[in-house]
T-cell receptor, first 113, second 114 residues
Framework: GESVGLHLPTLSVQEGDNSIINCAYSNSASDYFIWYKQESGKGPQFIIDIRSNMDKRQGQRVTVLLNKTVKHLSLQIAATQPGDSAVYFCAETFTGTASKLTFGTGTRLQVTL | GAVVSQHPSWVICKSGTSVKIECRSLDFQATTMFWYRQFPKQSLMLMATSNEGSKATYEQGVEKDKFLINHASLTLSTLTVTSAHPEDSSFYIC??????????FGSGTQLSVL
């Protein structure tokens, strides 16, 4: 959806615990969703994606869940590590728009030792 | 994987001057590139879609005469911020997608206008 607000919500997690980052998307026509990780001063880095014909997809230490009924995405990170500390954005697109992404507001993940 | 290179990484300029930012696809051809802007602690907002050999498509509210985009080749798009002012200070990021693959982002350009 559109980005609003003047600050990012923060999720603080202890090293080794699992993290769950949530995202609400706005366009019911969106059929492709991506999670990105952004470290300070850098561009977004692809983590995992999912198409609307799926409700779950797993990668290495990460899982994305999609609930189209309530237009909700989540990113689960298993055994969170200090290197996972970053801002995480979900992004949505309708594949007919040739990669034109709409980004969510973002969540800062802080991993404590 | 594919690489999108952006230059410069950061630039400081005086108010009223123009600044050019380059975005290159290093190992693939990109007929379309995307330019985003990101203010501190906020999300990425799409500014415009750069089309090789034709005019860029700007998002609502983005001034095309202020943010000039040129996509003269299949590997290079440039964004020129004309007559920059302090409110243009932001992190500018480009992206491109090789055919059949996911979108890749450049490393971003931090613009500070004094």
């Amino acid at each position: 959806g559109e980005s609003v607000g003047l600050h990012l919500p923060t999720l603080s997690v202890q090293e080794g615990d699992n993290s769950i980052i949530n995202c609400a998307y706005s366009n019911s026509a969106s059929d492709y969703f991506i999670w990105y990780k952004q470290e300070s001063g850098k561009g977004p880095q692809f983590i995992i994606d999912i198409r609307s014909n799926m409700d779950k997809r797993q990668g290495q230490r990460v899982t994305v869940l999609l609930n189209k009924t309530v237009k909700h995405l989540s990113l689960q990170i298993a055994a969170t590590q200090p290197g996972d500390s970053a801002v995480y954005f979900c992004a949505e697109t309708f594949t007919g728009t040739a990669s034109k992404l709409t980004f969510g507001t973002g969540t800062r993940l802080q991993v404590t030792l | 994987g594919a690489v999108v290179s952006q230059h410069p990484s950061w630039v400081i300029c005086k108010s009223g001057t123009s600044v050019k930012i380059e975005c290159r696809s290093l190992d693939f051809q990109a007929t379309t590139m995307f330019w985003y802007r990101q203010f501190p602690k906020q999300s990425l907002m799409l500014m415009a879609t750069s089309n090789e050999g034709s005019k860029a498509t700007y998002e609502q509210g983005v001034e095309k005469d202020k943010f000039l985009i040129n996509h003269a080749s299949l590997t290079l798009s440039t964004l020129t911020v004309t007559s920059a002012h302090p409110e243009d200070s932001s992190f500018y990021i480009c992206s491109a997608r090789p055919a059949g693959e996911k979108l890749f982002f450049g490393s971003g350009t931090q613009l500070s206008v004094l």
